[in-house]
């Protein structure tokens, strides 16, 4: 079995497809996937698609792209994630790519969701782009690694690699590791101690090959899962069973069917 640690099948272009993917899921082995939150104006739609199949799971948060959503305080994350299927808190963490200014602003939504982890006692969601060095600053000054998380759709270098791995974070790897020219990100695919993967899609965007830039859904997690292994040099079955068993690790509140 296989896990889809990411993907955002609430967004319309794949919500309206939902039979025809969670299908296909069960097709190519994979038994689970968690729907992330990015806003709170839609969450509703990302807990709905939870509560409707025993196979999704949900977090809940707000992206750092999003610039005009409804700002999160504490209290309001907390009462949302008492929910018995969000089993993390984000997406969450800083992207310097659009913010050019770094703005303080994201970093205080950052520091909010790593309190929010911390006083439910649950791991994070961490989206991090153009912006390591704030983002592991943060979580060493919050104490985040009293709960971890992992760092999703990993394209850092093996150094900011082993400062998370020391944090107690997972790396997760999604479809560009396939893409030929991520050297780097294949480096630290074949690095990060196999106890310590995720496998994900981000799906709808970043496609695997041979599907790269057409619209990504959570069956093609299986072509991340087939990477790896090539990378490191080892069974397919190693990888799905290795990554299966490290997101019910750290993912606490999910409950394994298969």
Known sequence: MLVDSHCHLDFPDLA?????????MQ???VGCAVCIGVNLEDFPRVIALAEAHPQLYATVGVHPEYTEAEEPDL??????????KI???GETGLDYYWQKDRPEWQRERFRTHIRAALACNKPLVIHTRESAEDTLRLLEEEGAQ???GV???????????QRALDLGFYISFSGIVTFKNALIIKEVAQKTPLERILV?????????????GKQNQPSYVLHVAEEIAR?????????????????FRLFKNAIRLQ
């Open 87 to 89: 089993i993390a808190i």
């Open 146 to 148: 009293a709960v971890g």
């Open 200 to 212: 994900e899609t981000d799906s709808p965007y970043l496609a695997p090959v041979p599907y790269r």
């Open 231 to 247: 990378l490191r040099g080892i069974s397919l079955e190693d990888v799905a069973c290795a990554t299966t068993d490290n997101f």
């Open 27 to 29: 097709t190519n082995g």
């Open 16 to 24: 309206e497809r939902l039979p025809e993917l969670l299908s296909r």
């Open 75 to 84: 209290a309001r994350l907390l009462k949302l994630a008492v929910h018995p």
């Open 151 to 161: 760092m999703h759709c990993f394209t850092e270098n093996w150094e900011i690699a």
